[in-house]
């Protein structure tokens, strides 16, 4: 089963510095990275800037329709206005299976802020605890997966933090 991460890093250029660490997990097979993006917040900017980074080995498993339709709704739905707003909510619905319902767009909305960064990582066979350590030390926060309940909560124990909800 794909799961979708998401790390958030207090500064502009953190998601982009850790990509040399998830190619190092994946090398060490410790992660198999499906697909991945991240974003950057400049302070003074309007919107984010974001990149789809592929399976950081040769052409993503989404593309980059399925990352523009999310950050749009994460980051382009509040400027559109509530009448454009309302017409998304149908497709947020329908992310919901995997893991992206109303409640992981309103957390990375706001937390995903100017100053900000966030990597979004789809992967499968992730080795959790070989993992967890290397992105804490970065600075990183877990913001979202749509692991198993346990395996989330063993995730956010290890980064110290209290689970934010029951599961995505």
Known sequence: ????????FPTVEGAENALELLRQLQKQQLISIADAAYVTWPEGRKKPKTKDLGSLTGAGAMGGAFWGLLFGLIF????????VGAAIGALTGSLSHIGIDEEFIETVRN??????S?????SDGTV?????????????TLLST???????????????????????
Do not use: H, I, Y
Not at 1 to 8: E, I, N, P, S, Y
Not at 111 to 116: A, D, H, L, N
């Open 1 to 8: 089963m794909a799961t979708l991460t998401v790390w958030r």
């Open 76 to 83: 382009l739905v509040p400027l559109l206005g509530a009448a």
């Open 111 to 116: 937390q995903v802020t100017p100053g900000t």
């Open 118 to 122: 966030a990597l979004f990582v789809m």
């Open 128 to 140: 959790l605890d070989r993992v967890v350590e290397p992105f804490k030390e970065t600075g990183a």
């Open 146 to 168: 749509n692991l198993s309940e346990e395996e989330e909560s063993r995730l956010r124990e290890a980064f110290g933090e209290a689970p934010q909800r029951e599961r995505l």
